[in-house]
């Protein structure tokens, strides 16, 4: 097969995508070639369009084509308020909710020592350089309510309050519309320990 | 977002691949830029390759580099079989086997008239011309066992036996260590049809 050598090398490159193995990958190769050579030009300049234009905002660490994002620029947010997310989709989710108005900082991943992901991985020290600038009066935490998020806002959270920087979490609770038969226990737990007077 | 035109244009391309959808695209995109950037360049340089070098072997339709194929090339293989599958993989199969040393003609798809798949999109007046070289005592038909994979082997016999064309067909039956109480009753049936005497 020497002389099929760029679609040997397309499936090869198409294994290295998340969650595609060699049966797919030879999959999306075929289909590409036999049935839509447009999307594989297409995909083929995005990807170099990107790798090449992408970068990290110098403040809050996300995806951008410019030096310093949309976001971080928009003069109406609230400089004094940092929330913390794992990735920019978090970053979206909240966004969506209309209720926060101040900026953002994105780790794009969380600690992970068993995957060998440390502070180093998640832009810890831009981070800590980020909530110091003088203008952040609170940092919110809104890292995944998983083992991981949890484990990296505990991290975060000790770091930040030595330094003396207010560091609040997301609240836990029963989420809207959730019936208490179908809420596990330790969600149930937590919100009667954070219940509210009314 | 629209600052971000190149991280929207490569989800949005990552979406054409088959089987991937919004979030998974998302999280293709997400991954490449954060984790494997080398992997971006090389699957977008893999692709432009594959498109612009990649064609149809003239003589058996599969997918090559050089205007005819090295199987094709091949002047240790019988000119006198020809072997009809629906894609390269398919081909692939056989030639592991060992038990074929003919030559090949890949459809690169089968008949399928609900999906708008008719005689034209499986190369069938290539396949037809290619049988009449003049070479071909026999066509063997390796299409799959499905439904549509028949209909196809139906439709490419009958045109070729009205030519006057021998045709074969691989043979169905219980597969090799299969146990009949976990064999469907369909291939026992068509096993006992086609028993052989030994």
Redesign the interface.
């Known amino acids: ?7 040997e ?2 499936s ?3 294994r ?4 595609v193995g060699p049966k ?1 990958a ?9 049935h ?2 447009a ?16 970068q990290h905002c110098a403040s809050c660490n996300t ?4 030096e310093i ?2 976001t971080c620029l928009d003069p109406s947010r609230d400089a004094s308020q940092l929330c913390v997310v794992e ?3 978090d970053q979206m989710m909240i966004e969506q909710t209309l209720m926060y108005k101040g900026l953002y900082f994105v780790l ?2 969380r600690l992970s020592p068993l995957d060998g992901i440390g502070p180093k991985d998640i832009y810890f020290d831009k981070l800590m350089h980020r909530a110091a600038n003088g203008l952040v009066q609170e940092v919110v935490l809104a890292t995944n309510f998983t083992n991981e998020g949890e484990a990296t806002a505990h991290y975060i959270s000790e770091t930040l309050k030595a330094r003396g920087v207010k560091v609040s979490r997301l609240a836990r609770g029963v989420p809207v519309g959730g019936e208490l038969e179908y809420v596990d226990p330790g969600t149930i737990a937590r919100a009667m320990l954070d219940r509210r007077t009314t």
């Open positions: 097969m020497k002389k099929n050598g760029s679609l090398a397309l090869e490159a198409l290295r995508l998340p969650g797919s030879q999959r999306m190769a075929y289909h590409l070639l036999q839509d050579r999307a594989a030009s297409e995909l083929g300049h995005a990807l170099l369009n990107a790798v090449d234009r992408i995806f951008t084509e410019t994002c949309e990735t920019p989709t794009m991943g």
